[in-house]
């Protein structure tokens, strides 16, 4: 009988993922203000709320569960490792995609306003 087991990922702390983004858009050139920007357009998290989320280790089922989802993420689509992120069906696994694609974005030079979808 085969079980079937959320992926890793959720149970993940976003603070242990945080610095790969990080170097990952600083090695493009981007800055941390960016994308915290892109972070917080995304999960309507202010600077303290993200600092307490990465402080505390909190994994990405309880961030995005406490997260208030930007309305402009039904424009943000594309592939992230594979996956149309715009047909993923598992709402949590979406809105890790939707930060990826966010951060794949970023550290590719385009402009912080088309990001946010603005």
Do not use: N
């Amino acid at each position: 009988m085969s079980e079937t087991r959320a992926p890793r990922i959720f149970a993940t702390s976003v603070a242990s993922v945080y610095p790969l983004y990080l170097t990952k858009v600083e090695r493009k050139g981007r800055t941390k203000a960016e994308l915290d920007a892109v972070i917080q357009w995304l999960t309507g998290f202010d600077d303290d709320a993200m600092a307490r989320h990465l402080d505390a280790g909190t994994t990405f089922t309880h961030f995005f569960a406490e997260a208030r989802i930007s309305p402009g993420t039904a424009k943000i689509s594309g592939i992230v490792c594979g996956v149309r992120v715009e047909t993923l069906d598992d709402p949590l696994m979406q809105q890790i995609r939707w930060l990826d694609k966010l951060v794949d974005e970023l550290a590719k030079g385009r402009p912080l306003g088309k990001i946010l979808r603005s």
